[in-house]
């Protein structure tokens, strides 16, 4: 397959960019869904020593991949303990 990839770049070589782009997204959604499935606190992968990872979670975690006007660092715990 890497063959025929190279072969088509050599014959046309204005499909060099798509080739590059495709590669670099497939790659970049391959990565983010590696992020979700290590470090999102929905998922859990060891049910019998951590059961509900969500609840060991402090307020001043950061769990989303960007956020906008929150600085969790300045953030105090509202809630009771679980």
Known sequence: MLRQ???QA???PSLIPL?????AGGTG????????ALFNPDVSWDRKNNP?????????DQYKFYSVNVDYSKLKK???DF
């Open 5 to 7: 990839i190279i072969g």
């Open 19 to 23: 080739f590059i782009f495709i590669g």
């Open 78 to 80: 509202e809630g009771p």
């Open 10 to 12: 050599k014959k046309h």
């Open 52 to 60: 509900e990872p969500w609840n060991k979670l402090g307020p001043n």
């Open 29 to 36: 959604a391959a990565l983010y869904v590696l992020r979700l």
